[in-house]
């Protein structure tokens, strides 16, 4: 099993930034993925941004250039950092963790809610 427990969101203008966190616990040895997911009301969950053990990382093609996923082993964490937001960006974001590529069975954490208006 492995815990993981989200931080950082809010509320934040246009053009802000915040920088959500993810500190992961439990049977984090075998974790061979990390991602940040979110979902809008009325929208299905989408994978926003991932990172693997290896380094590799991927993004939507929608947050590309304005988020950047980023990970420290040392505090079992991984963090989302959000520039240039945009009113489209309002969900609840999930961090989660898997043990596969592509992320499958996936460990979530409980969300936080980033809100982007004006």
């Known amino acids: 099993q492995v815990q993981l427990v989200e931080s950082g969101g809010g509320l934040v203008e246009p053009g802000g930034s915040l920088r959500l966190s993810c500190t992961a616990s439990?049977?984090?040895?075998?974790?061979?993925?990390l991602g940040w997911y979110r979902q809008a009301p009325g929208k299905e969950r989408e994978l926003v941004a991932s990172?693997?053990?290896?380094?590799?990382?991927t993004y939507a093609d929608s947050v590309k250039g304005r988020f950047t996923i980023s990970r420290d082993n040392a505090k079992n964490a991984v963090y989302l950092q959000m520039n240039s937001l945009k009113p489209e960006d309002t969900a609840v974001y999930y961090c989660g963790a898997s043990h596969t590529w592509p992320l499958s069975n996936v460990y979530w954490g409980q969300g936080t809610q980033v809100t982007v208006s004006s």
């Open positions: 439990g049977s984090i040895f075998s974790v061979y993925a």
């Open positions: 990172i693997r053990s290896g380094g590799r990382i």
